[in-house]
């Protein structure tokens, strides 16, 4: 009986004689007429016409002449929301599939997060910059694999995740140390961009947002830094090249890995420009950290003078990459190298709280901040794409300004209280 849309009403109670659902007759292959078993399991197709469900199916019906006509069945779930119809479309679809015969596919097996892992590896790992493929290997090895390798990609779900977290706030690092809640976040991005490129992949994985975990408490350190008397000093008792790349890094804010990756060409002495455009990791030129970073900085008149005295000096070594500073092999330094055979041994030598090359730049953040220069020239020079991080970084520094503002007004409450006698 056809309902107000001209459509079956549904399926009947029993089904009519002429419907096949056990076999159709082949003629593939050789050896004549064969009869094979026609099990097709039927999941329907389900959409919404004119505000109301529709749930449809096929079945073969034989025909008069002895041929097979495939037609088409529909049901209607009139004021019905999309879950409830699909309930009642449910029994219809059993009883199509049990009068077929047909089975449900059998699920190939599910894939683990190791093996997506593997085809990442091979895929993508390689595209990656030096620096972000280490610290994710470093992530994949020392906490994703362990704990989470074995896991079916349907496992991964919120409470799964919560539970690694748990874990790796709860236990300790090898030197006795807590992981911050940074460190957990790092390690959770790394994770989160495998899962992503898996999902885009076609692999089906739950959708876990980092709003949906419970992190530690973040308890943030404050970053070792440089004041103007320690540059000042490590500058003038550093050996060459170190006393020139500690002088840049102090007139300019710069990465130590886009100080090392300098060229004579990026020195513009004419327009007194610093054309910052590469930078090194593990002694490997590469591009600089991000967009943002590649840039035009000021070059100061001290530090055009420092720099063409190390030119015509005996320690500038020519090298085949034109590098500003290059090792004796006509490489980029390694900056791990540098900062603990020459960085280190000098700043104990001064007796100077030891600290690596950026504390330079946060040290550069801090004075131009104190002294009174607005948030977006502090930004421009460090070359962060937006000014909320400059703030972020440097937010507790406080400026000359503050403390004139604030000089002042307890002043006058102290001639205040002078004068009312209090």
Known sequence: MANEFGEN?????????????LATPSFTGTKGIRIVPKRRFQKGTFVKRNGHW??????????????????????????????????????????????????????????????????WCEQVAGNLKPSTRKTAQSHLRRHIEPMLGDCALPELTTKRLQSFVTTLATTRMANGKERTRKTIENILLTLSSIVSTARAWGYTIPTVSLSDLCLPQDTPRQSRFFVLRDMRRIVRAADEP????????SATGMRIGEVLALRVQDLDFHRKLIKVRCSTYAGQIGTPKSKASIGDLPMPLALESR??????????????????????????????????????????????????????RHAVASELIDSGAPITVVQA???????????????????????????????????ARRRTGL
């Open 54 to 119: 529709v749930g449809m199916w096929r079945v073969d019906v034989l025909q008069l002449d002895g041929t097979i006509r495939r037609e088409q069945r529909s049901k209607t779930f009139v004021g019905l929301s999309e879950r409830a119809a699909r309930a009642a479309f449910q029994p219809i679809l059993d009883s199509v599939n049990a009068a077929s015969g047909a089975t449900p596919p059998v699920p190939k097996r599910t894939a683990t997060l190791n093996a997506v892992i593997r085809e």
């Open 242 to 249: 170190l006393g020139t790349i500690c002088f840049l890094l």
């Open 9 to 21: 009403s549904g399926l009947p109670a029993e089904l009519p004689d002429s419907t096949v659902s």
């Open 307 to 360: 720099l063409k005295r190390y030119l015509s000096s005996r320690h500038f070594r020519e090298n085949d990459l034109g590098l500003l500073f290059a090792n004796r092999r006509g490489r980029p330094y390694s900056a791990n190298k540098l900062r603990e055979k020459k960085l280190h041994p000098l700043l104990t030598r001064l007796r100077i709280p030891l600290a690596g090359f950026h504390a330079f």
């Open 381 to 415: 020079q460090l070359r962060h794409s937006d000014p909320r991080i400059t703030l972020g970084l440097y937010g507790h520094v406080i400026p000359q300004s503050q403390r004139d503002a604030l000089g002042s007004l307890a002043a006058r409450l102290a001639n």
